[in-house]
């Protein structure tokens, strides 16, 4: 999934031994302010908020709640500790929004989802990670079933994503199988309000992988009110396996986003 490139270009570069005491794993938050300066920057050259569709979430900065953390095992390991809040930046772009989660200036997850007939299609999904002091972006172009806004419990949908860049396994394609688990109710702000729980797995082509995510989307829309987290891949490279471990847990403030 994510890292191994990074490591192994670090690890043929220097011994592990140097690497290991050169290098720290600082977690440097980026709070609401930075999102919603970088947001009011980019919001001149987006689409005026008003042409998004109504399924989508309207552009600005949502604030969560925050819990969890990742981390690798390579080369002594190393991890970043997630803040108490962090930010969905969500802007105008191409046939839809994109969703920029960035808890820290070393990890971010830019999501481009566009609205359909049918549902809530996926198009696009950028990871981004930093260890050790070096960057690893990964980049895929998804195309499939869309998520339906009213499936009953039990709908399933299935999305493939071809990955396009990164240091390694460039055109391995990712499976994206959703289900709907229900309707719930829970509390934004002090208001109750609906919202339909899905959860998505993703299947790689290591069966050592294991990346589940449960979603509550605002009824009928694309919306975030929670989301939980759970990734767990391995990847081989020349300083042995290296395995990725995170957990994240998010809760919607409020449903009015910052402008």
């Not at 005026?48 to 953390?69: I, K």
Request: include cysteine.
């Amino acid at each position: 999934m994510v890292l191994v490139g990074a490591l192994i270009a670090l690890a043929g570069g220097m011994g592990v031994y140097e690497l290991h005491f050169r290098t720290d794993h600082h977690s440097t938050p980026i709070g609401l302010d930075a999102a919603l300066d970088e947001f009011q920057a980019s919001a001149s050259s987006s689409r005026p908020a008003g042409t998004v569709p109504a399924e989508l979430p309207a552009p600005g900065v949502y604030s969560y709640t925050t819990a969890g953390n990742d981390g690798v095992d390579a080369l002594g390991g190393a991890s970043h500790r997630y803040p108490a809040t962090s930010t969905i930046t969500l802007s105008a772009a191409d046939c839809g929004v994109s969703q920029r989660w960035a808890p820290l200036e070393q990890r971010a997850d830019d999501t481009m989802t566009c609205a359909t007939a049918a549902g809530i299609e996926v198009r696009r999904f950028t990871a981004f990670h930093q260890f050790f002091g070096q960057d690893e972006r990964e980049e895929w172009q998804c195309t499939g079933d869309p998520r339906p806004l009213d499936g009953a419990p039990g709908t399933t949908w299935t999305t493939e994503c071809t990955k396009q860049r990164g240091t390694n396994d460039v055109g391995t394609v990712d499976t994206w199988s959703g289900v709907v688990v229900g309707r719930e109710t829970t509390t934004v702000g002090g208001e109750t309000v609906d919202v339909d729980h899905v959860k998505v797995s993703i299947a790689t082509d290591d069966p050592r992988d294991v990346q589940v995510t449960d979603t509550w989307y605002l009824a009928g829309t694309d919306l975030v009110v929670r989301r939980v987290v759970n990734n767990s891949t391995t990847n081989g490279s020349p300083v042995g396996d290296v395995h990725y471990l995170e957990h994240v847990e998010l809760t919607l403030d409020s449903l009015t986003p910052a402008r």
